[in-house]
């Protein structure tokens, strides 16, 4: 049936949907009351309409400044660096970080080289320039990948004359994890960064 | 941010979806292109428009027969019961069976009886009597749980007098499974149906 097939392939774009969940999704339109569908158009389409990057930070924003750059208590003279506006919204549920971020949009892959499309780096080198000095640290939180790896190494050598203080998130065993079932890279990293109790 | 709180509340009601993957969606919708976003519009849109169902079988159609009931060369003498139109399309897959099917569109709770609501079971009936006979075999291929087995049950007492082959598919071990790790019961199916070789 080429409606349904039509809307399956196009629930395949969406990201970690198999051939099988693309199938249930379209069988529940099927089912779905029309209002419903037409509900979920409308959300798609204020989404497209109403979000935008903060033009501060680059955290996705409905109006302007983020809730985050809105907020006049946030301590401006810390930035933790995230890859994505999702890294945000997770550091702001743990709820022990009070200064501002920067989201890159991306990560620098050591294959294809610094200038990756849309990596929001010379906002951040401006940031930093135009605060003439105000920034007293960069906190890099990419993930501890290769990608996030090598963008937390260009951004150290990037700002080193500039910023203070540039600091890496801790590697290391997640609270809850087995020590017997971790890989052995993040078990030397736990073991290099271990702490004095 | 309202908009996407919005998206994210009805992605929550796919069926399978978590907070974690309706917020990716909802990034996803983001970052795609508006022609992308309004494409789906368009798909979902269409599927409530144009899929119907076959006034045979009830499984999806796009324009009165489904493709099965259409065929000339399907066998009207078999009827293959199913659940869910989904099923339908496995067993078409499976390219063993050459009869017709009839989508029940739900299956009989024994909890709450045999008036399920939106059953298609008194179309089922009708259809075996409207035959006159001509319905040589009906195949109950609901699942084997509490509910299919209970449909499949009811069935088979209910069209007894009026079609001379009930069956029900085979209940055993998976191709490829592994029999210390199956469970009793279907272990207990598995020698209960064993065959001759």
């Known amino acids: 049936m080429k409606a349904l097939d039509k809307v ?3 629930f395949r774009r969406f990201p ?5 969940q693309a199938e249930r999704f379209a069988l ?7 209002s419903q569908v037409e509900e979920l158009v409308e959300a798609m389409r204020a989404v497209k309409r109403s979000v935008v990057c903060c033009p501060e930070c680059f955290n996705y924003s409905e109006d302007g ?3 985050v750059c809105a907020d006049p208590s946030r301590d401006r003279s810390s930035i933790c660096v995230v890859s994505q506006p999702q890294d945000v ?9 009070n200064g501002t971020y920067h989201v890159l949009h991306g990560a620098i892959s050591p294959m294809e080289g610094v200038n990756s499309e849309g990596l929001r780096l010379k906002e951040l080198v401006e940031r930093v320039r135009s605060a003439d000095g105000a920034i ?6 990419t993930n501890p990948d290769t990608e996030g790896e090598a963008t937390a190494i260009y951004l150290g050598r990037l700002f080193r004359d500039h910023v203070p203080g540039i600091t890496r998130i801790a590697c290391g065993v997640p ?7 971790m890989d052995e890279v993040t078990l030397g990293h736990a073991l290099k960064g271990r702490t004095r109790i």
Chains 1, 2 share one sequence.
């Not at 609270?175 to 079932?181: F, K, P, R, T």
Request: aromatic share 8%.
């Open 89 to 97: 919204a997770a550091i702001e549920k743990a709820d022990t970080f």
């Open 136 to 141: 007293k640290e960069l906190i890099i939180a």
């Open 8 to 10: 399956i392939s196009l």
């Open 175 to 181: 609270l809850g994890g087995d020590i017997n079932y």
């Open 65 to 67: 400044l983020c809730s």
């Open 28 to 34: 529940y339109l099927v089912k779905a009351p029309d």
């Open 16 to 20: 970690g949907v198999g051939p099988k």
